[in-house]
């Protein structure tokens, strides 16, 4: 088993990792992550590319590291544009198995306004996505 953990630039979502790090443990999957720096395009954005690809960086190490001190290693991947069609295409050259996305960090009304890329993955994959939400802390 192959998996693509989409690790979001937006927001740290270590319970996403740790769901994937569970996945691992229980079928040997091997891990490649990927994070999409959410940049259309440049001319039109509030900051230069290199801000979204730092932070796109930042989130595909954080998962890396997270995986690596639970003893899995990952490959990891930067992509520049729209998160959902660059994590679909990811993930089919990958040839993976399943797609691990935490749920959206964006409040109901921008959802519905940008899209969720959870929503889209799950609607366009053409292959199995799981999507995790945050603990209820209690």
């Given amino acids: 088993m192959h998996i693509v953990l989409a690790a979001n630039p937006e927001a740290e979502q270590p319970w996403v990792i740790d769901a994937v790090i569970d996945l691992v443990r229980q079928t040997g999957a091997t891990v490649a992550v990927v994070a999409v720096d959410e940049l259309e395009t440049e001319h039109l954005a509030p900051m230069p590319r ?8 930042r989130a595909a190490e954080a998962a890396a590291v997270r995986l690596a001190a639970a003893g899995i290693e990952a490959t990891r991947t930067v992509l520049p544009g729209r998160p959902a069609e660059q994590i679909i295409r990811f ?10 996305a935490g749920s959206s960090v964006r409040p109901a009304v921008a959802q519905r306004l940008l899209g969720s890329v959870p ?4 609607e366009k994959a053409g292959r199995p996505v ?3 939400t945050r603990p209820v802390d209690g």
């Fill in 91 to 100: 993930a089919g050259d990958q040839k993976a198995d399943l797609i691990v």
């Fill in 50 to 57: 290199s801000v979204y690809a730092e932070r796109a960086e």
């Fill in 130 to 132: 799981l999507v995790v």
């Fill in 119 to 122: 929503l889209t993955l799950i």
